[in-house]
């Protein structure tokens, strides 16, 4: 009985991985167009508040993992 499953199985598999493509070589179109170019955002310096709520987070992180 499991090898008639295991058999089904690999028939399965076998079915679905020839039937995939109807050529072997058979990809979709290669599409380029300029919206596939993307920049990133220029980077901004933090401020003086946003560093220092960076800090504080990072103490009190640490100051929770001191512990474990």
């Known amino acids: 009985?499991?090898?008639?499953?295991i058999l089904m199985g690999l028939g399965f598999v076998l079915l679905a991985f020839c039937g995939?493509?109807?050529k072997?070589?058979?990809i979709p179109p290669r599409i380029l167009t300029e919206s596939q170019d993307y920049q990133l955002?220029?980077?901004r310096p933090l401020t003086l508040e946003e560093?220092?709520?960076?800090r504080l987070l990072k103490e009190e992180y640490n100051n929770a993992?001191?512990?474990l």
């Open 1 to 5: 009985m499991k090898a008639r499953i």
């Open 20 to 22: 995939g493509c109807d």
């Open 24 to 26: 072997p070589d058979d």
């Open 41 to 43: 955002p220029k980077a």
């Open 51 to 54: 560093r220092e709520e960076i």
């Open 65 to 67: 993992i001191q512990g």
